[in-house]
């Protein structure tokens, strides 16, 4: 079967780029697909690849492979399939890339990081690239982090990926421009599916501001399928999509669904769990899905865990195992995080836990702090019998930098990806080119909570609530929602360099923090 074509018998991408109709010599079947998977799948024959193409095979972080690319490189196409699709990282803070095929050819704009790519092939046996920016590493000059490629011959998932990519490079020129009204889509949204928690039905976790987030949620609409396909190019164009429930998104009805929509087309999902849920019937669901579960644990043993949950400490472990081994016949998938929020109660376990969660096969270890929450500073609480008191159990940044070289020692050394929140937050968000806004989280992250809409992770007070976005038409309100005039008054600040009222007011924000820390040593300085 040929790629579709319009009533005029043009293929679609033959049209976008204005190109006249020309029949291909070969004949593509309507269910061709070929997966060339990560760069050591069988499927990829690196024997056939020159030199001059790729350098060696690299990890990244133990999450998965990669090629560098030479500035130059080449990829023979499987049956002439008309479609290709590209996951790979670009290093400079804006680059571009050249497609040449069949005598034809496409230049595209590439943001900073790593992204997805669907271009044409123009029916050609043989594609080649070309990177406008190269990076040089010791003289040695590179193109792309390619990561893996999929030929294929679905019109639509060409058509969505483009479209999703499109809109990511317009943002990151309006972020670097510091631009306060967004004409784009923030490229990774924030939701939340869930409302309800296995624990918290018994008693929340003892540093959890359950009453506090239900209070701020009470009136919003239930975050379903359908409503997030209302929420138009906000959904569609989110190259990534994060649920940051209060509650246990696996013991939500829609679950599966959920699951299957944030997933389209190779789209990441992450979601938390305690990990209590993992059944065997909620794992064979996550098999095989892009998806990252994460899983939050803060000790290495049932009486410690019992400290801050509750008494299933070994359910969850034996959920891990389980997951980490079935999903090895689904590609790997989906990644398994867990986390540690690291407190002085459980400093001391934090080697245990490594060791035990590099047993078990968990991809990643997060270590995160405490934060600073008007809501539960100062908390004193009794918790199965045990005392438990915030404000003791928070680490200083110095402690926490001990313990954090700690982890990080000890993970290379189990060959553990290991990750300190409070340092990557602040590398993920900072500007990857002078002048740009100091943070980019309000201009390419949307947070539509059902605690309200969130300029960041860290924030804590709506800018806007459900009740004044309009519901008839869900997308134009969550435009307004988002150029509202405390969001341009907080992108207008950033992109100056300053810190707004907003943010001052977020103390656990990583470069509040920093910033704050330095604004006190100039004071000393000049006393």
Known sequence: MRPKTDEGGRSWWRDQLGLAAETPSARLSADAIYLLGYMTSKAFDLGSVETDTFFDLEDHDGDFSFRWTHPRFR??????????????????????????????????????????????????DEIEFEVGTVFSDGGVERGVMLRDALFHADENRHRRLFARHQNAVRNAAEYRAGVVVLETAPPRIRITTSKTCNIANEKACVYCAWDFTKDLERGSPDQTPEFL????????????????????????????????????FDRNFEFTSNGQMLSPKVRAKLLGKAARVHVSIDSANAEGYRRYRDHRFDLIVRNLRALCEERKAGGKLPQVFVSFIVMRSNRDEVADF????????????????????????????????????????????????????????????????????????????????????????????AYLLNRGIMPCCYGRDPIATWETIDQSDLEAGIKAALNSAPMQELRRD??????????????????????????????????
């Open 75 to 124: 990829l023979k196409v499987p049956d002439r399939l008309p479609f290709v699709t590209l996951r790979f990282a670009s290093l400079p803070a804006s680059n571009r890339l050249t497609l040449r095929g069949a005598g034809h050819a496409i230049d595209v704009e590439l943001p900073n990081g790593w992204q997805t790519l669907d271009l044409p092939t123009f029916e050609a």
């Open 229 to 264: 396909a209302r929420m138009g190019r906000y959904f569609h164009d989110a190259m990534s999509v994060t649920d940051c429930s209060y509650g246990e998104v696996p013991l939500e009805r829609h679950f599966e669904d959920v699951l299957v929509v944030t997933t389209e």
């Open 354 to 445: 490594m060791r035990l969660m590099a047993d078990v096969g968990v991809d990643r270890v997060t270590f995160r702090d405490l934060y600073r929450e008007p809501s539960i500073n100062g908390l004193r609480a009794i918790h199965y019998g045990y005392s438990f008191d915030y404000e003791t159990e928070r680490l200083s940044r110095p402690e926490l930098e001990v313990v954090g070289g700690q982890c990080l020692a000890l993970g290379d050394e189990l060959g553990l990806s290991t990750i300190l929140e409070w340092r990557e937050f602040s590398r993920n968000v900072s500007p990857a080119v002078d002048k740009a806004p100091i943070c980019s989280e309000p201009w390419q992250t």
């Open 494 to 527: 950033l992109a100056a360099g300053r810190l707004g009222s907003y943010c001052e007011k977020t103390h656990s924000c990583p470069i509040v923090k920093a910033r704050m820390a330095e604004d006190e040593e100039a004071k000393l300085a000049a006393e």
